[in-house]
T-cell receptor, first 112, second 111 residues
Framework: EPEVTQTPSHQVTQMGQEVILRCVPISNHLYFYWYRQILGQKVEFLVSFYNNEISEKSEIFDDQFSVERPDGSNFTLKIRSTKLEDSAMYFC??????????FGPGTRLTVL | QKEVEQDPGPLSVPEGAIVSLNCTYSNSAFQYFMWYRQYSRKGPELLMYTYSSGNKEDGRFTAQVDKSSKYISLFIRDSQPSDSATYLCAMSLYGNNRLAFGKGNQVVVIP
């Protein structure tokens, strides 16, 4: 069964460093999303991406964040200068025209 | 008022019991309703997906949506220890739109 994959599973970085989180969505899906979940809190929407552009973003997704689909299979989230409060699980999701969003296993980001 | 409210529990039930979970929401424009299951430190796994009001059944799982009351429910019949997980409700305004999640309800099924 096709699934969303994410790498790395765990990323440790120093405050102020740039990180890139990678995702491979399900191959025939057209819509891509990033969410995050701070420990003990709700899953929060960050950004959605369709047709090579951002379709919606939340107030969390400020100038420190960017997304890219560099080729036909990968979807990345870049955080330019990480802060302590960026420590969270980051989930990639994808959907086809049917709207059901399928999530990857997540990348745990730890900012020291 | 929070957009999506879900009592975090935890909820402990004996094996074979019916598990009943629910969420309320404030935005009457939500049209798509989902339940996800999440095991510890894993990604949410889609369980049920419904559009607008009504019931949907899939095996031991039943999802109900009451848009007039802004209330959705998930029932798990004949619960198994493998059903022990956190259950998240989620909803969206329209297709392929951002999901708004509840906080999640931790369920423990005791053998």
């Amino acid at each position: 069964e096709p699934e969303v994959t994410q790498t790395p599973s765990h990323q440790v970085t120093q405050m102020g460093q740039e990180v890139i989180l990678r995702c491979v969505p399900i191959s025939n899906h057209l819509y891509f999303y990033w969410y995050r979940q701070i420990l003990g809190q709700k899953v929060e929407f960050l950004v959605s991406f369709y047709n090579n552009e951002i379709s919606e973003k939340s107030e969390i997704f400020d100038d420190q964040f960017s997304v890219e689909r560099p080729d036909g299979s990968n979807f990345t989230l870049k955080i330019r200068s990480t802060k302590l409060e960026d420590s969270a699980m980051y989930f990639c999701a994808s959907s086809s025209l049917g709207n059901e969003q399928f999530f990857g296993p997540g990348t745990r980001l730890t900012v020291l | 008022q929070k957009e999506v409210e879900q009592d975090p529990g935890p909820l402990s039930v004996p094996e074979g019991a019916i598990v009943s979970l629910n969420c309320t929401y404030s935005n009457s424009a939500f049209q798509y309703f989902m339940w996800y299951r999440q095991y510890s430190r894993k990604g949410p796994e889609l369980l049920m997906y419904t559009y607008s009001s009504g019931n949907k059944e899939d095996g031991r799982f039943t999802a109900q949506v009451d848009k007039s009351s802004k209330y959705i429910s998930l029932f798990i019949r004949d619960s198994q220890p493998s059903d022990s997980a956190t259950y998240l409700c989620a909803m969206s305004l329209y297709g392929n739109n951002r999901l708004a999640f509840g906080k999640g309800n931790q369920v423990v099924v005791i053998p």
